[in-house]
Nanobody
Framework: QVQLVESGGGLVQAGDSLRLSCAAS????????MGWFRQTPGQEREFVAA????????YYADSVKGRFTISKDNSRNTMYLQMNSLKPEDTAVYYC?????????????????WGQGTHVTVSS
């Protein structure tokens, strides 16, 4: 069992940066592949970024490639999403997720555990 708690969301202006964190509990956290997804009202949850169980092979959605960086610190049971050059279209609730297996995984169906989400609002 893994419990995930996101933090770091907020209101920023276009061009600013934010770093989201996903703190995990559970002894086997290091064996999980991890991912970030986001969702806006009325839309399906969309893939943002993923990383494999040992923190390698980062994989990004085209919309965030070159601006966002995913990382996983198994010693701290924490995953991060560094978001730079934010755009208004990045506004969403951001969720972290954990998947059994090597990863990385793009499909939200691959993930077994989800956090409650953190709000990110980017004003123009």
């Amino acid at each position: 069992q893994v419990q995930l708690v996101e933090s770091g969301g907020g209101l920023v202006q276009a061009g600013d940066s934010l770093r989201l964190s996903c703190a995990a509990s559970g002894r086997t956290y290091s064996s999980y592949a991890m991912g970030w997804f986001r969702q806006t009202p009325g839309q399906e949850r969309e893939f943002v970024a993923a990383i494999n169980w040992y923190g390698g092979s980062p994989y990004y959605a085209d919309s965030v490639k070159g601006r966002f960086t995913i990382s996983k610190d198994n010693s701290r049971n924490t995953m991060y999403l560094q978001m730079n050059s934010l755009k208004p279209e990045d506004t969403a609730v951001y969720y972290c997720a954990a998947a059994r297996g090597v990863g990385p995984y793009k499909s939200n169906g691959a993930y077994n555990y989800w956090g409650q989400g953190t709000h990110v609002t980017v004003s123009s």
